[in-house]
DNA sequence: CTATAGATAATCT
DNA sequence: GATTATCTATAGG
């Protein structure tokens, strides 16, 4: 089990993004294996940073290997790891987790019983871990975060993001190939 | 299985 | 005032 350090986010965003698949996440000792992230450029209409540093984005232009944490729709909070090679304005968002450690504590927090459901989206996740604003901007390489490498090479699928709609044809959103615990699976092909 | 409405509030124009 | 990187319940095929 190897800890992942800040560095692994000082690299271009879309390799991180489909290196995250496999990283195990957890926020006090609550969490599970990546299956499911979305890419956000800085140069990219669909990301919260193409208009520039607000307060709501700054997070984004700050360290590689921190959080941005957001509000989506006035009722989801939403988890994001910030990387890029220095210039700011990158992050990734995590949109689904297969639960791996703390499942009853999840499932008390989503109210609901199995599995599947529990981090398969990502409003879901954060709810199940705890994420709110209070964790935003925080480093992933100390408490509440733990990340540790995954250990094995596994089967990554890519495709068009989800819920944007702004630049819907760049396909920078990664997977685990056929997990069960995706958001939603991914097309075959095109 | 897909489609759609409603909830609900920060953020930005 | 409009938009939104979502989720759930419900209705229909």
């Known amino acids: 089990m190897t800890r992942i350090g800040l560095e692994f986010f000082a690299r271009d965003v879309l390799v991180v993004a489909r290196d995250l698949i496999g990283v195990t996440v957890l926020v006090d000792g609550v969490g599970g294996l990546v299956v499911e992230t979305e ?18 984005n700054i997070s984004m232009f700050g360290p590689p290997g921190h959080t941005y944490v957001y509000l989506s729709y006035g009722m989801h909070w939403c988890l994001n790891f910030v990387a890029h090679r220095g210039d700011g304005g990158s992050g990734i968002l995590i949109r689904a987790l ?35 604003r209070a964790q935003n901007a ?53």
């Open 98 to 132: 297969e639960p791996t450690h703390g499942l009853g504590e999840m499932a008390r927090r989503r109210g609901i019983a199995g599995p599947r459901s529990l981090c398969s989206g990502p409003g879901r996740l954060t709810q199940a871990l705890g994420v709110t």
């Open 39 to 56: 890419a956000y450029h800085r140069e990219d209409p669909a990301s919260h940073a193409f208009r520039g540093p607000t307060a709501r």
């Open 138 to 190: 925080l480093p992933l390489d100390a408490p509440p975060f733990e990340l540790h490498a995954r250990e094995a090479d596994l089967p990554i699928a890519v495709g068009p993001r989800i819920g944007i709609s702004q630049a819907q044809d760049r396909p920078w959103r990664f997977g685990l190939a056929g997990s069960p615990y995706l958001s939603k699976p991914f097309s075959p092909r095109t």
